[in-house]
């Protein structure tokens, strides 16, 4: 059996979050969330096989949060 993909999704809007978390989990992807970028850069990023980010949230935009996680690798 082979191992589920995990994949984050950051996004400041839940309800968007939910339906991608919904939809996924039932392709069998293991979801995780973040609510902001600032969340997201708290999270073992070195455990996710794919990370969602949404470019416009309030603080730490995706955009910036996207460059973070490049350096930290």
Known sequence: MTEQKKILIVDDEKDLC???QFNLESE????DIANSGEEALKKPIQNFD???LDVMMGG?????AANIIRKEK
């Open 60 to 64: 730490i935009s995706g955009f910036k």
């Open 18 to 20: 939910e339906i991608l």
């Open 50 to 52: 794919l990370i969602i």
């Open 28 to 31: 069998g992807f293991d979801i």
